[in-house]
T-cell receptor, first 111, second 114 residues
């Protein structure tokens, strides 16, 4: 079945880069997503990448996709305390409109 | 623009009690979803509705029922609550653009079953 895996925690110093990794299983996923969840709130779509792309950059965010290894990463440049949150990767299931979410990575940024 | 609104925000139930979680969206989205979030397990899909009048089971439907009352509203019912249903519940909607499932989430309902 589908499975999306992430490491549970990441701690970085303010100003450094953060890299959050994700592995997925459904090779037919059309899009892969990164969602951000701040404390006490729902998830918000951060960015996404089309499956035929290798990289997508959006201001401080860089998404890298290695389709061969089914590996997705999110790099946050110049990490700020406001970036502290839980980050979820998600893959779409084939041609359905359902998403499978990873376990989430809690990013903690310290001064 | 309210987006996705869930009520209540918090609820405590005793084992065996029933309750309904309400969700409404004002974005004219076709698809609506109920997820539960548990520590270390991410979000798991309980039920979803691809359009008004249709519902389908997700990954963890047991112990739940849903109603897509109209295009705006999608409710989740626990008929006989169990401690294993202690969780944070999120409702979401999406415009159902094929192959691009951008979900918009509500702020969640924290449910404790004693």
């Amino acid at each position: 079945g589908e499975d999306v895996e992430q490491s549970l925690f990441l701690s970085v110093r303010e100003g450094d880069s953060s890299v959050i990794n994700c592995t997925y299983t459904d090779s037919s996923s059309t899009y892969l997503y990164w969602y951000k969840q701040e404390p006490g709130a729902g998830l918000q779509l951060l960015t996404y990448i089309f499956s035929n792309m290798d990289m997508k950059q959006d201001q401080r965010l860089t998404v890298l996709l290695n389709k061969k290894d089914k590996h997705l990463s999110l790099r946050i440049a110049d990490t700020q305390t406001g970036d502290s949150a839980i980050y979820f990767c998600a893959e779409s299931i084939g041609d359905t409109d359902k998403l499978i979410f990873g376990t989430g990575t809690r990013l903690q940024v310290f001064p | 623009n309210a987006g996705v609104t869930q009520t209540p925000k918090f609820q405590v139930l005793k084992t065996g009690q029933s309750m309904t979680l309400q969700c409404a969206q004002d974005m004219n989205h076709n698809s609506m979803y109920w997820y539960r979030q548990d520590p270390g397990m991410g979000l798991r899909l309980i039920y979803y509705s691809a359009s008004e009048g249709t519902t389908d089971k997700g990954e963890v439907p047991n112990g739940y029922n849903v109603s897509r009352l109209n295009k705006r509203e999608f409710s989740l019912r626990l008929e006989s609550a169990a401690p294993s249903q202690t969780s944070v519940y999120f409702c979401a909607s999406s415009p159902q653009v094929p192959g691009n499932e951008k979900l918009f989430f509500g702020s969640g309902t924290q449910l404790s079953v004693l």
